[in-house]
């Protein structure tokens, strides 16, 4: 009988290690959610606040150079075309090095979500 009631005691001891395993691995996970997820919203709240007031400012400065290259040419329109076009030519360039942005943008993410620890 003490075979059996070592075995028994051995068994539970071991159902219990897991369980508290489980736990703990659950807890863990939801914290790691709770960690990626209040990043990942605080990161896209300043992309968002940054990115507006930059996009304000641009336009403002776009319009304001456009006016003064249009009083300087004594031609408004040609300003204006003139800052659209190098609007564009910016654009192009930002899109030419678009793989080079994801790339750094990547590498400097990713410590965040793939910790690892040895």
């Known amino acids: 009988m003490d075979i059996l009631k070592s075995l028994k005691d ?5 159902f219990d ?16 959610v709770f960690q ?3 990043y990942s ?3 896209l709240t300043k ?16 319009i ?16 204006y075309l003139l800052v659209g076009i190098l609007l564009m030519i910016i654009g192009f360039f930002i899109y030419l ?9 990547i590498s400097k993410m990713s410590p965040q979500f793939f910790e690892t620890k040895l």
């Open 10 to 14: 051995t068994s539970e001891d071991g």
């Open 17 to 32: 290690i897991g369980k508290k395993y489980v736990d703990v691995s659950y807890k863990y996970s939801k914290l790691k």
């Open 36 to 38: 990626i997820l209040t």
């Open 41 to 43: 919203i605080s990161s």
């Open 47 to 62: 992309l968002f606040l940054i990115g507006s007031l930059l996009s304000v400012g641009i336009i403002f400065m776009s």
């Open 64 to 79: 304001a150079g456009a006016i003064a290259l249009g009083d300087y040419l004594n031609n408004t329109p040609l300003g």
């Open 97 to 105: 090095l678009r793989k080079v942005i994801d790339k750094n943008i």
